[in-house]
């Protein structure tokens, strides 16, 4: 007689779970928009002077950047030659009222 080699019951494996990659999350990032150069700043009354390159209105977001200057704030007021207005078009050079100081050379963005 043959003899039949008695097999092992069968031991289902488990398998070690692989930790599911974490889905990369990106910093939600704010379109600028380059307005204008600022050209002058007057301490005295915290105004910048600014040449615009792009049109701006009255309640925009601005953000100010320069070497030592890093700015954003809303346009609470915006006056051309003394005479507030609400709308800057292309071309113009405004007078903002900004909390901080600000230096000729800063560039002015837009937020979106």
Do not use: W
Request: no cysteine; glycine share 8%.
């Amino acid at each position: 007689m043959i003899k039949k080699k008695k097999s092992k019951p069968k031991v289902k494996k488990s398998k070690a779970k692989k930790p599911k990659a974490k889905k990369e999350v990106k910093p939600k990032v704010k379109k600028e928009v380059k307005i204008g150069e600022v050209t002058h700043f007057y301490p005295h009354v915290n105004a910048a002077v600014i040449k615009l390159k792009a049109p701006l209105s009255q309640g925009d977001k601005v953000h100010i950047k320069g070497h030592t200057t890093d700015l954003t704030e809303k346009i609470t007021s915006m006056q051309i030659n003394n005479k507030p207005i609400k709308k800057g078009k292309k071309g113009d050079e405004i007078g903002l009222l900004v909390k901080e100081k600000v230096r000729g050379g800063d560039i002015a963005y837009k937020e979106k």
